[in-house]
């Protein structure tokens, strides 16, 4: 007979055609939906072809980011709990769900304009600040400006928003290295100012 015994969830394990030792029989199928190629030793996976000692798809999501923030992973890094049989769009195997497309946090729509004025008005102040020469009172004597500290306070409620969108289409610990990241965001602000903030947001693979 033939058996396919794992060890490991992305299925890199060769699969043993003579089990029984009554001669060798070859079915190249693997995770839902692939069929093994023993030339390219690639995964045909329907639209895309999936190569199992990397965990991940060869050929980058057709529809981009709007799937997942990383175009080329296979089920969202999570094979235990999901399949996807087309290439294409993961399903959850006990809810048969699938899984929500990328989306922007889900507040209302009086927050997105708030946000936004907060975001257009901190890109202005920064715009104007750059050119222009620190003054008796700025950062350098340790005192904080009343703008600044005005600044500071926008950004991790729109850094906030992002990570809990994160959160909800990917998981909680990518959501989690969201958050730290927009802690040390806001620490940085408050000691150097919103020019002074250096650690980017992480958003993406995480």
Known sequence: ???????????????????????????????????????????????????????????????????????????DSSPLRSIDPTGLQGSEVFSERPKAPLIWPN?????????????????????NQSWSQPSSSSSSTGVCKAGDNDECEALPRIDTA??????????????AICHASASQRYAECLRNGLSGVRTPLATWNN
Not at 12 to 36: C, H, I
């Open 1 to 75: 007979m033939w058996r396919w015994d794992q060890q490991e969830p992305f299925g890199d394990n060769v699969a043993d055609q003579n089990p029984s030792g009554l001669g060798s029989f070859d079915l190249p199928l693997r995770l839902p939906g692939q069929y093994y190629d023993a030339e390219s030793g690639l995964q045909q996976n329907n639209n895309r072809e999936y190569t199992p000692i990397d965990g991940r798809y060869v050929e980058s999501d057709p529809i981009g980011i709007t799937g997942s923030l990383n175009t080329y992973a296979y089920v």
């Open 107 to 127: 507040i209302s729509q009086q927050a997105r304009q708030r946000a936004a004025r907060q975001l257009q008005q901190w890109w202005n102040n920064r715009g």
């Open 162 to 175: 992002t990570c809990n969108g994160i959160a909800r289409v990917r998981g909680r610990r990518p959501g």
